[in-house]
């Protein structure tokens, strides 16, 4: 069973501050790597991709990932009331599967 | 204008009833999928499909039947059978049948049986 771990939160940062947002993973056979937000009540959207150890930056986004430590996790810098969303993580399927597995999700709130 | 849309919105039916849930694509992907979402709870699989006139059980099938007659659609019906069906229903797509690329999501359809 392939298993994707994020704390639930909610994570509350102050407006302004950075929010990390952390996940580990099972499948070693993972090669890409998502992030999606969701807000209340509506459906998740695709936010950030990686697919190779190290950062990836865009724009007060940036992802990073540890295949070694199969851990991904998920900044964002200058946090904004409209950040406050529940994260997903969702790595990729390995060995021909074609379904991704995706974490439960953390709750951030940006507090002005 | 590309994208995916699900129909309707919201919906509202009546124990014992069965109802279709419609979910329509024109990003030409070949995989489509349905999950279910419950308040606070991640995303389940019910199916998903590779190519037409083909599609898989996913984690939570009892209850729910599919069909994949054309690539742009891939309807949900949601049947008697399934005991709990008030969720936010989900269909997702994906670019090919890889482990690669990323899932996008149409907008959902609230279903609240009664």
């Known amino acids: 069973q392939k298993e994707v771990e994020q704390n639930s939160g909610p994570l509350s940062v102050p407006e302004g501050a950075i929010a990390s947002l952390n996940c580990t993973y099972s499948?070693?056979?993972?090669?890409?790597f998502f992030w999606y937000r969701q807000y209340s009540g509506k459906s998740p959207e695709l936010i950030m991709s990686?697919?190779?150890?190290g950062d990836k930056e865009d724009g007060r986004f940036t992802a990073q990932l540890n295949k070694a430590s199969q851990y991904v996790s998920l900044l964002i810098r200058d946090s904004q009331p409209s950040d406050s969303a529940t994260y997903l993580c969702?790595?990729?399927?390995?060995?021909?599967?074609?379904?991704?597995?995706f974490g439960r999700g953390t709750s951030l709130i940006v507090h002005p | 204008d590309g994208g995916i849309t699900q129909s309707p919105k919201y919906l509202f039916r009546k124990e014992g009833q069965n109802v279709t849930l419609s979910c329509e694509q024109n990003?030409?992907?070949?995989?489509m999928y349905w999950y279910r979402q419950d308040p606070g709870q991640g995303l389940r699989l019910i199916y998903y499909?590779?190519?037409?006139?083909?599609?898989q059980k996913g984690d939570i099938a009892e209850g729910y039947s599919v069909s994949r007659e054309k690539k742009e659609s891939f309807p949900l019906t949601v049947t008697s059978a399934q005991k709990n069906p008030t969720a936010f229903y989900l269909c997702?797509?994906?670019?090919?049948?890889?482990?690669?690329?990323?899932?996008?999501f149409g907008p959902g359809t609230r279903l609240t049986v009664t």
């Open positions: 969702a790595p990729s399927a390995s060995g021909g599967s074609y379904i991704p597995t």
């Open positions: 499948d070693r056979g993972s090669q890409s």
């Open positions: 990686i697919y190779s150890n």
């Open positions: 990003l030409n992907h070949d995989a």
């Open positions: 499909s590779q190519i037409v006139n083909d599609f």
């Open positions: 997702a797509t994906q670019a090919a049948g890889t482990d690669y690329y990323e899932q996008y």
